[in-house]
């Protein structure tokens, strides 16, 4: 009886074993991942490409490798199974989520993904390359996510996936580049607890607040006061401020540009005083622009602050960051903060 039940067991363990998926397990698959060329298949070739330049593979599909490691007791093959597996955290993994993918189908579509690929590579610093890449034409989940609909991308514990990237024209594709690096570099910052805690107690008192109640922004009440569109949020052509509409659909204000094309004031120069003393008087406070729902009260919090930091750290760059905001000591205080976390530990080049 006792050599039945040990039967009984070891067929139960290998029939459970048949279909073994393994991602983020510690077992080592490396050379899985490992892109072959082959010259006479364009997607394979570029796959290839992209992979000797960056070292990171990209895949269209999310079983990365199946290998058969023996045989069950009726000699039926025991397969394992390496598959993308979006559940699995550094040190943590949870199935409450389900993923499903709607994979790329054609040629032309994977030779676009590619072309996105490749420019967010080429934008992305070394160290904030993703182990491999995965994409594909679209990605839902059970339950559904609202955040999934809004993003265009997800990270894995070694993957990340791309999804609705394949029908982009060259500047959408650069944009939305931009965008999912602004996103994944906001999500590093916020992940560290120190940082933000430095960050946040520079302005902590004066979150939420107008700044008619915070005081000292004469001049920036006085310009609010002259016309709906002018606000703190449309400092600056560019991220993180708001463009105002221009008299067609190709051509935004910035606020010299409105100001002057509605002849509120003399000329630009004027303009551009008038833009240099709003910037100090908000900037004394440690803010670089207002509210996202309101450009006359101060940021919501400490994260919509940073938000606002990185998005314009990562567009302007180093030089013109410290021309904008360098007479204003506490915007500085946490562009130094950032800058030694972005650069330092992110390996970004400002």
């Not at 058969?68 to 699995?88: H, R």
Request: net charge negative; glycine share 4%; hydrophobic share 35%.
């Amino acid at each position: 009886m006792k050599k039945l039940w040990l039967l009984l067991i070891s067929v139960l363990m290998l029939t459970a074993c048949s279909e073994d998926k393994i991602s983020g397990d510690g077992v080592d698959l490396t050379n899985e991942f490992e892109i072959t060329d082959n010259p006479n298949d364009p997607v394979q070739h570029e796959r290839y490409q992209i992979f000797k330049e960056y070292n990171v593979p990209v895949l269209f599909n999310d079983t990365i490798a199946k290998r058969q490691i023996g045989t069950d007791l009726y000699g039926k093959p025991v397969m394992q199974y390496e598959t993308v597996d979006l559940n699995w955290d550094f040190d943590s993994y949870s199935n409450s989520v389900q993923y499903v993918y709607d994979y790329l189908k054609t040629d032309e579509s994977k030779m676009d993904a590619l072309r996105f690929v490749r420019k967010f590579l080429e934008m992305c610093s070394k160290r904030m390359r993703p182990f491999s890449i995965m994409v594909a034409n679209n990605l839902t989940s059970k339950p559904e996510s609202s955040s999934l609909a809004e993003k265009q991308y997800i990270s894995g514990f070694r993957t990340l996936v791309f999804y609705n990237v394949s029908n982009l024209s060259d500047d959408d594709i650069k944009t939305t580049a931009r965008d999912v690096i602004y996103d994944m570099v906001a999500q590093k910052v916020k992940a560290n607890k120190d940082l933000c805690t430095m960050f946040e107690a520079v302005s902590s008192k004066y979150y939420f607040r107008s700044w008619e109640e915070l005081g000292g922004c004469t001049t920036c009440l006085e310009w609010s006061k002259k016309s709906t569109y002018i606000s703190t949020n449309n400092l600056y052509y560019g991220l993180p401020y708001n463009a105002v509409e221009g008299s067609t659909a190709a051509y935004k204000f910035d606020f010299v540009d409105l100001v002057t094309s509605r002849k509120m004031v003399a000329d630009k120069e004027e303009a551009e005083e008038v833009l240099s003393t709003i910037v100090q008087e908000i900037g004394n406070y440690g803010f670089i622009r207002g509210n996202k729902n309101t450009g006359s009260y101060s940021p919501a919090d400490a994260e919509e602050d940073r938000n606002y930091f990185v998005q314009a750290i990562l567009t302007v760059g180093d030089e013109v960051f410290n021309e904008r905001y360098g007479r204003c000591a506490l915007v500085m205080e946490k562009y130094e903060l950032l800058k030694d976390f972005m650069v330092n530990e992110l390996g970004l080049e400002l």
